[in-house]
């Protein structure tokens, strides 16, 4: 299963390079998997965070740091749909390339702190882990293309520090309650990206706002 899932991303990026280095293919076909793979990141990290909900503590709820402290608060993005839609196409691919590009760290602190999670879906939580970092280097790899070619604009990148270190507890809550911070913070930022790339899509595709 494994390595059909590798193979699957494999031929994702292979299909990818090949579309893009054809003019005659549109760029709305490009966005559309890319909106493809997006959509797929962002329900990944919405089932990992319903399974890490099942085990939660209740007083996890209560000391877990508000979203405002994720480490991608800084960047300025549209609220909602209506402001992405007054956003141009190049700032829109420029803010889900800065978002991204700001999780390959904590993606793998999340990665090798499962390792030691007091869960007992921790086995499947890891299995999702790994998958989500599969989808999240293959759909970087796509837009670094898409940016290539929408212009110099798009190919512009935030930075974003992560400085959460490895360490994300001692203790039982400890390490419950920041792993679920720092998923949630990710499943935010997700559906951030996913929400661009469909506007991005949409605009491609010349359709009218309110179908959007």
Request: net charge positive; proline share 4%.
């Given at each position: 299963m494994a390595q059909r899932k590798i193979?699957?991303?494999?031929?994702?990026?292979?299909?990818?390079y090949a579309v893009?280095?054809?003019?005659?293919v549109p760029i709305s076909d490009l966005l559309d998997r890319a909106s493809q793979r997006s959509d797929t990141l962002h329900s990944l990290s919405t089932m990992l965070t319903q399974d890490l909900d099942s085990h939660f503590p209740p007083i996890g709820r209560i000391i877990m740091p508000r979203p405002s402290m994720c480490h991608t608060s800084s960047l300025q993005t549209p609220n909602d749909k209506e402001q992405a839609l007054q956003v141009s196409e190049s700032d829109l691919m420029s803010l889900a390339r800065s978002l991204l590009q700001a999780w390959s760290d904590p993606l793998e602190v999340l990665s090798t702190s499962v390792k030691t999670l007091p869960h007992?879906?921790?086995?499947?939580?890891?299995?999702?882990?790994?998958?989500?970092?599969?989808?999240?280097?293959s759909l970087g790899?796509?837009?670094?293309?898409?940016?290539?070619?929408?212009?110099?604009?798009a190919q512009t990148i935030s930075s974003l520090p992560y400085s959460g270190g490895n360490d994300i507890g001692q203790d039982r809550i400890s390490k419950l309650t920041n792993f679920h911070f720092l998923l949630s913070c990710?499943?935010?930022?997700?559906?951030?990206?996913?929400s661009f790339l469909k506007v991005l899509r949409c605009r491609a595709a010349k359709l009218q706002p309110e179908m959007c």
């Open positions: 193979n699957g991303n494999k031929l994702f990026m292979i299909v990818l893009a280095a054809c003019s005659a007992p879906a921790q086995n499947s939580i890891s299995n999702k882990l790994k998958e989500l970092q599969e989808h999240s280097k790899d796509g837009l670094n293309i898409l940016s290539g070619k929408m212009g110099p604009a990710f499943r935010r930022d997700s559906h951030k990206i996913d």
